[in-house]
């Protein structure tokens, strides 16, 4: 490639494949000679990004949301290919003590008793959302809400976890963000009764510019290949 200009893929992508696609952006670039240019964000976000006509050559979201995208003309339908199932966990700071989520009764204990607590958007992230509802079901989100700290996505709630200054801070979000985060520790999935594991897919933008490659990469993302760094990112394979 020397002396030639490099293509780059254009992916908008959810927050929870962000570590898996910055561990694989080399070996790709090796692989295709072709640099992945990524955005990462919340669904929501990301979803507002495409309907408003940022350029894209492959797009990561929900199972549920590429599906309507197919549906609607936004993605290359029979293109799609499931990345694996990512749970929503709890994380704390490396080097705190780790909380006892184990259960119902010893999830709400943690959470009234963390000084802060850090998730993404609760009204457009996967995360956000359910996290919301799962402090509603417990009867503490108004007890907790001066202390909740929400940010635009998961990695940004986890970096804020992990610069935190709180005697026992804590932080939920998907299990593929915890695990990317430096200085974030993943303490475990959300007990059975609050579970939440979301299916990620990866699709071909409709308008993608280099359409060829989106579908090298989005089966090379999803194949055997890289199944191992896709466990080792969070995905449920």
């Not at 490639?1 to 898996?20: W, Y």
């Not at 309907?51 to 979201?61: K, M, R």
């Not at 919301?132 to 709630?157: K, M, T």
């Not at 200054?165 to 993943?186: D, F, M, N, R, Y």
């Amino acid at each position: 490639m020397t002396g030639r200009e490099v293509k780059e893929l254009r992916i908008l992508s959810a927050g929870a494949a962000q570590g898996l696609i910055e561990s694989l952006a080399p070996q790709f670039l090796a692989l295709a000679g072709v640099a992945l240019r990524p955005t990462f964000g919340a669904v929501g976000a990301i979803r507002e990004k495409l309907l408003g006509g940022e350029q894209c050559d492959a797009l990561i979201l929900t199972h549920a949301m590429i599906d309507q995208l197919a549906t609607a003309g936004l993605v290359v339908a029979g293109s799609q290919g499931a990345l694996g199932r990512v749970r929503t966990g709890i994380g704390t700071r490396t080097g705190d003590a780790l909380p006892n989520i184990s259960n119902r009764a010893a999830l709400k204990r943690s959470l009234r008793t963390a000084t802060d607590v850090f998730s993404p958007d609760p009204e457009r992230s996967t995360a956000g959302i359910h996290f919301a509802r799962v402090l509603d079901q417990l009867g503490i989100r108004s007890e907790v809400s001066p202390r909740l700290r929400a940010y635009p996505n998961g990695a940004a709630a986890m970096h804020a976890l992990a610069c935190s200054s709180g005697a026992a801070p804590i932080g939920c979000t998907q299990v593929s963000e915890i695990k990317h985060a430096p200085g974030v520790t993943l303490v475990g999935p959300l007990p059975v009764e609050f579970e939440l594991a979301t299916v990620y897919s990866i699709a071909v933008c409709s308008a993608a510019k280099l359409s060829d490659v989106a579908q090298r990469f989005a089966r090379w993302l999803c194949g055997e290949e890289v199944s191992e760094a896709r466990v080792n990112a969070g995905f449920e394979v």
